[in-house]
Each structure stands twice: as C-alpha cells, then as structure tokens.
C-alpha cells in the first residue's frame, strides 16, 4: 500500500510555511545541534529519560529541603524511569 503522509500544521502553530517544516523534518540531530550564535548551544539527547528524572529529584529534593512548593507534569508512568525517581525520593 502506497501512501504519503501529508502533514498539516494545527491550526494553532504559529509557522504554516510548507518549504520550511519540510526542510526542518529532514535535518539530524547534528545539524540542528548547530547555532549560528555562540551563545545559544544546543544538544540533542538520545537517552533523555535519566535527565528528565534527575530534574524532578533535584526539584523535589530542593523544594522539601527549601520547604518550598514545587511543580511539574508526570507523564503516562513509565516503570523503567518513574522507579528510579521514587528509589531516590525514598533513599535521600
């Protein structure tokens, strides 16, 4: 079965430009890990569940320590990685 899949921007994104979204889709990560400003540096992670956790310790970690509220989105839970948080939360 011969398909193609024709994106179209939500109404809502603010960049409708066909050319564009196309060119960007089609870059790596080592390309866009490129920033013609020195000062804006960008990495693209490929294992970014471990950073995201340590995040969310480190705010829970602070905010009980600073007796501070602290926020943040739980995705869907995900055992091999929400674990790992709930193993740090109840050994620091």
């Not at 889709?25 to 804006?40: C, F, G, R, S």
């Not at 480190?58 to 009980?64: A, L, R």
């Not at 602290?70 to 620091?92: K, Q, R």
């Amino acid at each position: 079965m011969d398909s193609i899949f024709n994106f179209k921007p939500a109404d809502w994104v603010p960049i409708k430009d066909r050319e564009l979204l196309d060119r960007l889709a089609k870059m790596t990560a080592e390309e866009i890990e490129q920033h013609p400003n020195p000062d804006v540096r960008i990495k693209i992670l490929s294992g970014f569940g471990s950073v995201v956790m340590a995040d969310k310790f480190m705010g829970i970690k602070e905010s009980y320590e600073q007796n501070k509220k602290f926020s943040t989105i739980f995705g869907n839970p995900n055992p091999n990685t929400h674990m790992v948080l709930a193993e740090l939360i109840n050994t620091h």
